[in-house]
């Protein structure tokens, strides 16, 4: 009864470069949410995912950020052109109904922009 | 939009003692989800307690419960017989119950144990 999985643990990206995260949900889990957090801080919303729809990304910045949930395989929240600012944990979230239930989170990607 | 606030920093407890913390939050919806989270150093959020609004009944997880005052938009987190292996931070956050419902956290609160 796998969790919700993130990889990678860490990643470490130079100034430019682009950063890509996985999520693979919880089974039975169709929702996916995922979150940034920045040292000494709570976790701050980013976007809200069903398979194939964005269903609220009123937390992604306008520019270089992208997440995608395909039919098939994980969730990828993808940074363009990463800066040193972008440096932080990225924690997923998954749920199997809008969250009623609960929302099981993954251990979280640490990003580290050099 | 939802806002919680924990205004606390850091609290220190002695093992096997009680300790509480304090959250508030705002919204103006009338039903929604309150959660307790933990953050050891391991970076993994854990959920602890979670309480849905339209219960007046407290939640209750072994050593973890909860004070949820419903008219003042308090609900905070008892841990009884505090262990070493609670040493961590803990978030507070909200959620509400409609279908594009996310988690709102709080700034969370570092919670250390004395042996």
């Known amino acids: 009864n796998a969790g919700v999985m993130q990889n990678p643990r860490h990643l470490v990206r130079r100034r430019g470069q682009e950063a890509r995260l996985r999520c693979s949900p919880m089974?039975?889990?169709?929702?996916v949410y995922w979150y940034r957090q920045l040292p000494e801080e709570g976790l701050k919303f980013m976007v809200y995912l069903q398979k194939e729809n964005i269903i609220d990304e009123s937390g992604m910045p306008k520019e270089r950020f992208s997440a995608e949930f395909p039919k098939e395989g994980p969730s990828i929240l993808r940074i363009q052109q990463v800066v040193r600012g972008d440096s932080a944990a990225y924690f997923c979230?998954?749920?199997?109904?809008?969250?009623?239930?609960?929302?099981?989170f993954g251990s979280g990607t640490r990003l580290t922009v050099v | 939009a939802q806002t919680v606030t924990q205004s606390q920093p850091e609290m220190s407890v002695q093992e096997a003692e009680t300790v509480t913390l304090s959250c508030t939050y705002d919204t103006s919806e009338s039903d929604y989800y309150l959660f307790w989270y933990k953050q050891p150093p391991s970076r993994q959020m854990i959920l602890v307690i979670r309480q849905e609004a339209y219960k007046q009944q407290n939640a209750t997880e072994n050593r973890f419960s909860v004070n949820f005052q419903k008219a003042a938009k308090s609900f905070s987190l008892k841990i009884s017989d505090s262990q070493l292996g609670d040493a961590a931070m803990y978030f507070c956050a909200y959620s509400s119950t409609g279908a594009n419902s996310k988690l709102t956290f709080g700034k969370g609160i570092t919670l250390s144990v004395r042996p």
């Open positions: 979230a998954s749920s199997q109904n809008w969250g009623t239930e609960g929302y099981t």
């Open positions: 089974k039975g889990h169709s929702h």
